[in-house]
Nanobody, 114 residues
Framework: QVQPVESGGGLVQAGGSLTLSCAASGSTFSINTMGWFRRAPGKQRELVATITSLGTTNYADSVKGRFTISRDNAKNTVYLQMNSLKPEDTAVYYC????????WGQGTQVTVSS
């Protein structure tokens, strides 16, 4: 089973930036649409951004213009550059496949202080 490994989270002040990474092994990564998700305390997991195998991206309205998703198929890694962070971005962030679904990883905690 493929289980992505997320990293790069941390504590940052409002207005700051973080870059998350997600490494996923397996032969399906390069042809898979990948997504970043987040789960805030007391809320359901929500989709934040997606990127197709060809690099087409989509974003939730709440992060549009602030977050950038990218991928490196040679490294089987997807990234999430997060700028102008807000306290409401505080959550555990996960990545997963959209076409081929993987086992959920542990996620990486992002905490934005006001």
């Amino acid at each position: 089973q493929v289980q992505p490994v997320e990293s790069g989270g941390g504590l940052v002040q409002a207005g700051g930036s973080l870059t998350l990474s997600c490494a996923a092994s397996g032969s399906t990564f390069s042809i898979n649409t990948m997504g970043w998700f987040r789960r805030a305390p007391g809320k359901q997991r929500e989709l934040v951004a997606t990127i197709t195998s060809l690099g087409t991206t989509n974003y939730a309205d709440s992060v549009k213009g602030r977050f950038t998703i990218s991928r490196d198929n040679a490294k089987n890694t997807v990234y999430l550059q997060m700028n102008s962070l807000k306290p409401e971005d505080t959550a555990v962030y996960y990545c997963n496949g959209m076409r081929y679904f993987y086992t959920w990883g542990q996620g990486t905690q992002v905490t934005v202080s006001s």
